[in-house]
C-alpha cells in the first residue's frame, strides 16, 4: 500500500469512526468538499501536510493521533 491510499483509508476510517459525511468534515476543516474527495481518490497523488493537518483541526485531532493507525505501518517504500 502506499501513502496516499494510506491516508485516504483513514480519513475514511476517522469519518465512519465519527459518522459524518466527507462533506461534514470538509466543513468542519474549511475546506471544500472537492480537496477532501480528490484526497479520497486518484485526483491528488500527493495530499499536502497542510491539507492533512486542516482535516485534522476539524476532527479535532493532532496530526500524531492521525497518524497513530496500524494502515501506517503497512506503506511500502517509495523510493528505489
Known amino acids: 500500500m502506499n501513502t496516499k491510499r494510506a491516508v485516504a483509508i ?6 465512519a469512526k465519527r459518522n459524518i459525511a ?6 468542519l476543516a474549511g475546506v ?3 480537496t477532501v474527495y480528490s484526497m479520497l481518490n486518484d ?3 500527493n495530499p499536502g501536510v497542510v491539507s492533512i493537518k486542516k482535516l485534522c483541526d ?4 493532532s496530526l ?3 497518524f497513530d493507525s496500524p494502515i501506517f505501518d503497512e506503506i511500502e517504500q517509495e523510493i528505489s
Do not use: H, M, W, Y
Open 10 to 15: 483513514r480519513i475514511q476510517e476517522l469519518c
Open 22 to 27: 466527507v462533506n461534514t468534515l470538509a466543513n
Open 32 to 34: 471544500s468538499p472537492s
Open 43 to 45: 485526483k491528488s497523488q
Open 58 to 61: 476539524g476532527l479535532d485531532i
Open 64 to 66: 500524531r493521533e492521525f
